[in-house]
């Protein structure tokens, strides 16, 4: 049990949808960093909040989106939804720089 | 950006057995940990490791930082351990995940 909470757990969306999941960090934690799980492969970075400011991306286009909020939860969104979106989202929260915690995913299907 | 690599990709054990994983990474790196990512998609924390050497229980850790790999043992396997592991470095803002290794442990 981590702490980290993530909903919702399953979705599915049809192409050119937008969706939002949500994160609530640990407790003491100030970092809330997401990640991209395709199947067959490792997280792939998309960005992370400090103090509700984004402060690392990887590659991923702007319809990737979040936001933190000043009790450190997270959400992602991502507009305009294409099939290669169907992953598993991975939120984890940390302290900068610290080890990371991570929620149980939100599956998304993009149909 | 930094690469990180992990070796064997995949790996079959009797219960029992004993395995070493490994993960390089091309670049220094601030600090490292393994995670084992169990069948419904969580990823648990193993390790939080960027030197030297720690143990929990059946499961060991030894990261050489200055040769830039680190290990993963697991001793007396156990049916409970299959999944996949992975390794995942800290440098500048994030930590960057290698691909992996998938265990299974066989009865």
């Known amino acids: 049990e981590t702490g980290v909470t993530q909903s919702p757990t399953h979705l599915i969306k049809t192409r050119g949808q937008q969706v939002t999941l949500r994160c609530s960090s640990q407790?003491?934690?100030?970092?809330v960093s997401w990640y991209q799980q395709a199947l067959g492969q490792g997280p792939q970075f998309i960005f992370q909040?400090?103090?509700?400011?984004?402060?690392g991306r990887g590659n991923f286009p702007p319809r990737f989106s979040g936001l933190q909020f000043p009790n450190y939860s997270s959400e992602l969104n991502v507009n305009a939804l294409e099939l290669d979106d169907s992953a598993l989202y991975l939120c984890?929260?940390?302290?900068?720089?610290?080890?990371?915690?991570f929620g149980e995913g939100s599956r998304l299907t993009v149909l | 950006g930094i690469q990180v690599e992990q070796s064997p990709p995949d790996l079959i054990l009797q219960e029992g057995a004993n395995s070493t994983l490994r993960c390089n990474f091309s670049d220094s790196v601030n600090n490292l940990q393994w995670f084992h990512q169990n069948p419904w998609g969580q990823l648990i924390n193993l390790f939080y490791?960027?030197?030297g050497t720690k143990q929990n229980g059946r499961l060991s850790a030894t990261t050489v930082a200055t040769e830039r790999y680190s290990l993963l043992y697991i001793s007396s396997s156990q049916t409970t351990d299959s999944g996949v592991y992975f390794c995942a470095v800290f440098r500048g803002q994030n930590f960057v995940f290698g691909p992996g290794t998938r265990l299974s442990v066989l009865p």
């Open positions: 984890a929260s940390s302290l900068v720089g610290g080890e990371l915690f």
């Open positions: 407790s003491g934690h100030n970092t």
């Open positions: 490791i960027p030197s």
């Open positions: 909040y400090y103090r509700e400011e984004e402060n």
